[in-house]
C-alpha cells in the first residue's frame, strides 16, 4: 500500500510491515498492541517499542517531562539505531509493556518510515518473527513470514543493517540521578565504547 492507504489502515486498529534502518518492523496504533502479541504468539510479558517520526512527536505524544540526561542521549542518537527505555507510566506504557513502568521509544533513520509516522504518529512495534524464531532481515522475508499484511510501497525498502538496535536503559541511582544501562548491544556500539 502507498503511504496514505497506508495510514488509514493502521489508524484503523490494522497492522502492517514496514522498513526501518535496523531490522524489518511489524507495526500497529498503539491502542492495538494486543494484535502484534496474537500474530507474533509473543508472550505479553515482552514489550513493545513505540516508534516515531522524530523527538518532538515522542515529546508530545507521552506528554511527559523528560530529563535532560534523555533529551541529550535521545538528539545524539535520534535518529538511528538506539531504542532508550524510560521510566514513563501512563495509557500508552500500559498497552505497549502491561504490568511495567517504562516504555522503549524510538526513531529510525528511515525517511519513507519517518514519512509515515508523521501521518499516524507514534506507532507499536517489533521484529518481523514469530516468537522464537530469527527476524527477518529483508523485505522478502517479512512478507514471507506475514503474506496477508499490508506493507509500504514502493519495494524494495531503503537498505538496513539487518541489526537489532542497541537498546539503552535509563536506571535511578538511589540519591543520584540515574545513569544508562546497556540491556543489548546492536547495530550501534553503544556510547562511550
Do not use: Y
Not at 16 to 22: G, I, K, V, Y
Not at 52 to 80: M, N, Y
Not at 126 to 135: A, F, Q, W
Request: net charge neutral.
Amino acid at each position: 500500500m502507498d503511504e496514505v492507504q497506508l495510514a488509514a489502515h493502521l489508524l484503523q486498529g490494522g497492522a502492517a510491515l514496514l522498513p526501518t534502518d535496523t531490522l524489518p518492523a511489524l507495526a500497529v496504533h498503539p491502542t492495538a498492541a494486543a494484535l502484534i502479541w496474537q500474530l507474533k504468539a509473543r508472550p505479553a510479558d515482552k514489550p513493545l517499542i513505540l516508534m516515531g517520526a522524530d523527538l518532538a512527536q515522542l515529546r508530545q505524544v507521552l506528554g511527559l517531562a523528560w530529563r535532560q540526561e534523555w533529551l541529550t542521549q535521545a538528539e545524539a542518537t535520534w535518529p538511528g539505531a538506539v531504542t532508550l527505555v524510560l521510566p514513563f507510566e501512563g495509557a500508552i506504557t500500559a498497552a505497549l509493556n502491561p504490568g511495567g513502568g517504562s516504555l522503549g521509544l524510538r526513531v529510525a533513520a528511515c525517511a519513507p518510515l519517518q514519512a509515515l509516522l508523521r501521518r499516524t504518529g507514534p506507532l507499536a512495534t517489533s521484529s518481523v518473527n514469530r516468537s522464537g524464531e530469527l527476524p527477518a532481515l529483508s523485505h522478502t522475508e517479512a512478507l514471507r513470514q506475514f503474506p496477508a499484511l499490508p506493507w509500504l510501497e514502493p519495494l524494495p525498502w531503503p537498505g538496513a543493517s539487518g541489526q537489532a538496535s542497541t537498546v539503552l536503559a535509563w536506571r535511578p541511582d538511589g540519591d543520584h540521578p540515574g545513569s544508562w544501562q546497556v540491556l543489548r548491544a546492536g547495530a550501534l556500539p553503544p556510547p562511550g565504547s
